[in-house]
């Protein structure tokens, strides 16, 4: 009956570390069916149930009040707290330098002039270095066979640069991960933008003109769009002055406006 008392503390012991508690009533219950149990091995399996459905309960009570697990927000989460930072020092310099010689070409523009030269460098695919080249020397030592170790850089237009960082930099303000990037605010706004520069371009590339009136209104266009673009990505409209200065292209290491 010892070995037995051991045991049903044991069982108790059990229950209680599972969130159960026993009185003394509890107890007395359970004794009394023991000493009602006529021999020791009926006892034995009496006991062996009793724990068994302790235990079994002690489960089905955890399973119960365990804490459901936190469920992923997907984009929303991701975009807001990686995303969207990671993003922005990559493409946010990007952007503000294209945005800066897109306001230079202003004055040309106003009086339909595409033959200045703000104008022509915007659209020029041999004017910007878009990926600085890297040395192909090791510590200083060439070794290929050639013996041309120089970094060649990358050229295109700065127009070019630009669609690439918008679009790039837009597809980063989702609020899922499911959401085609074509159906985001931003990107939609980028297109618009892209659409109305593009006529801008065809006309300075074939024939360019110095009063031309067309330019003009495609210019003005561009801008408003441009600017309902800037305030999806979070970046200062045309008209506050931000994009006075020239801005550092290179990834950034904060996710802050340069």
Known sequence: MAKLGASLLVAAAIAGSNGFSMDRAG?????????ATPDESSRRRFLSAASTAAASLAAAELVVVAPLPASASGGATAGKYTTIPIA?????????EAVHEFLLMTPA??????????????????????IEGKKKDINGVCNKKDGDCRAQDIYDSRWN???TSMYLLGNAFRINQTKAPENLPSVKAAKKFFKQVNLLERKVIKKPSTNDKDATALYANALDLLDAYLD????????????DQEFSTKVGESSRIT
């Open 27 to 35: 107890f007395s219950r359970i004794e009394s069916q023991l000493a």
């Open 88 to 96: 922005k020092r990559r493409y946010y310099g990007r952007v503000q």
């Open 109 to 130: 523009l106003i009086n339909g002039d595409l033959t200045e030269q703000p104008v022509q460098d915007f659209f020029d695919v041999t004017k910007t270095v878009v």
């Open 161 to 163: 640069d630009m669609k």
């Open 232 to 243: 999806l990505v979070e970046l200062p409209p045309t008209e506050s002055g931000h994009y």
